[in-house]
């Protein structure tokens, strides 16, 4: 069965810092990896989507990073503001012929201080 | 732009109780999903429609069904509810499964007495 382990569980950072995220999986037969944010009360905003074939992905200040051999995906958020304070998600994906399943981690728990 | 709009975004029933949570989506897309999120276990799938017409079981049927009653909208039902399905539901919709991002509704929170 798949498990997927967000680490660390919550960060705080100040203003400013460069941080990266952790996400590992432990079946590396994945089809795609999805980074969410989650504000509280909300759902989730997807930030990007890493298919097998790709190793990275970047938007605006975010990159994220796929290892499937190692099972292992990085968020990495760059100058950090305050209104990056949010929780994140990652989500594993596999297809297998007409079967789907998906497999979010815990998450982890970013604030960014002024 | 709407995007997915869920309906009721509270609720409060007692055990044994039915009732049926709307999801509608208006980006044309083909699948559609419904999750329930609860502390400590994260996000977990418990059906999905690939395409109107189509429904699968995810990770946590048991307890529920689903209607995908027009390409917008799919509903999940709850037959007799029980105390364990408290918890936020989401819906959230997308392009083809497994391929593209999904887009998810601001939840409903569901308290089972």
């Known amino acids: 069965k798949q498990e997927v382990t967000q680490i660390p569980a919550a960060l705080s950072v100040p203003e400013g810092e460069n941080l990266v995220l952790n996400c590992s999986f432990t079946d590396s037969a994945i089809y795609n990896l999805q980074w969410f944010r989650q504000d509280p009360g909300k759902g989730l905003t997807s930030l990007l989507l890493i298919q097998s074939s790709q190793r990275e992905q970047t938007s605006g200040r975010l990159n994220a990073s796929l290892d499937k051999s190692s099972g292992r995906s990085t968020l990495y958020i760059a100058a950090s503001q305050p209104g990056d304070s949010a929780t994140y998600l990652c989500?594993?994906?596999?297809?297998?012929?007409?079967?789907?399943?998906?497999?979010f981690g815990k998450g982890t728990l970013l604030t960014v201080n002024p | 732009n709407a995007g997915v709009t869920q309906t009721p975004k509270f609720q409060v029933l007692k055990t044994g109780q039915s009732m049926t949570l709307q999801c509608a989506q208006d980006?044309?897309?083909?699948?559609m999903y419904w999750y329930r999120q609860d502390p400590g276990m994260g996000l977990r799938l418990i059906y999905y429609s690939a395409s109107e017409g189509t429904t699968d079981k995810g990770e946590v049927p048991n307890g529920y069904n689903v209607s995908r009653l027009n390409k917008r909208e799919f509903s999940l039902r709850l037959e007799s509810a029980a105390p364990s399905q408290t918890s936020v539901y989401f819906c959230?919709?997308?392009?083809?499964?497994?391929?593209?991002?999904?887009?998810f509704g601001d939840g409903t929170r569901l308290s089972i007495l």
């Open positions: 989500a594993v994906i596999e297809v297998g012929g007409s079967n789907y399943k998906l497999t």
């Open positions: 980006m044309n897309h083909n699948s």
């Open positions: 959230a919709s997308g392009g083809r499964v497994g391929y593209q991002p999904q887009h």
